[in-house]
């Protein structure tokens, strides 16, 4: 089961106040104690502080000239201050050189995810334009629960919560809003603990543009591949041990067991997945009506067994390569294979990030 930041601390000078996960009261129906195991081990957003003071107006540096490869967003834990760092970066795809975009800092208990966890989830946190990371966070004045986002390069955090209300006091009763998250078509969307809805809203403009009864998926959750919400921890409403996952086509789906998440989707009706050798395989979805009784599909391994351990993978803009990183001991290396398996994997170049770094390849624009 993944491991994710369970709290968000934003560093503004000395500025620094630490809140709990999640944001709901604890004795509310879907409250993080009912589900502590799943928010233990995966919340979906990081928890944020409250709001905070707007930094002097600078000259913007220079944006720097990147190169062509894919997004990447590492998340590293250091051992001696306590605190994980989130960055993204662009990767370059012949010399596996980094170019930085933008960097938080999170801690309060840190943990980075672990063992194949999506890059679409991980994507999730953040806007199209990687300016935003989305945020739970709590107000003790009026013991709320809110969201908004954090603006990445100026690390100030947006009350949305507040946006939506228009203000605060008298005797309405305060938000109860968490599971912050950016979904695909670049909406806000959160959980609201009082009408037990989730919600998808225009963070700009400041409305809510649809909202869904929780029903049977409660949260912390995901959006899936068509935006939907999706349980964190894989598990579905029957007893069965396969829940499953729709595929970006709206129609397709493939059923995965409580250990297994589509490491990222290649096209709108494969995607990828590691076998239980470790091997990058590409994975077919099927029609509903061809995948029932069948859990974990089985793929076509595009990389052999190897000591090196695959944690993250993007196919390129062409379709013909999969790049993918790898590490062994302390080797962290960017590689590349053909999608159909036909080669051997080529290394890159080594990757120099962070110590002790999570690696998700999440976009790469043609």
Known sequence: MEDLVRRLVVLVGVAAVATACGGAPAESPT?????SSAQEQTSATPS?????TPAATEEPAAAPELSDGPTLITCSTSGTSELTQVEVWVIDAETAVLTPISDM???DTPSCPSGAFSADR???WFSDDYARSAADFKRAEDNSSRVGWVDMQAKELTDFSEKLAGGSGG???APQHWNALFAP?????FFDQATQTYNWADADAGGITRTVPMGDVRPPVFLDAVGEPQRVDNMGTSLSSCNKTVAPDGQSQMNLDVQQNVLAWVDDTSAFQLTEDGQLSVVEARPPSESQGFCNFPGKPITPVSDFEITTAIVNPEGTHAFFIAYRGTETSLFKVPMDGSGQ???VGPVEGPARSRYFLTDWDS
Do not use: N
Not at 48 to 52: D, G, I, K
Not at 185 to 189: A, E, I, N, T, V
């Open 31 to 35: 409250s993080p104690a009912e589900s």
């Open 48 to 52: 944020a502080t409250l709001p905070v």
């Open 105 to 107: 800092t999170i801690g």
């Open 122 to 124: 991980m994507r999730q």
């Open 171 to 173: 005797f309405a009763a």
């Open 185 to 189: 078509d670049g909406s806000l969307f």
């Open 345 to 347: 994997p080529e290394l």
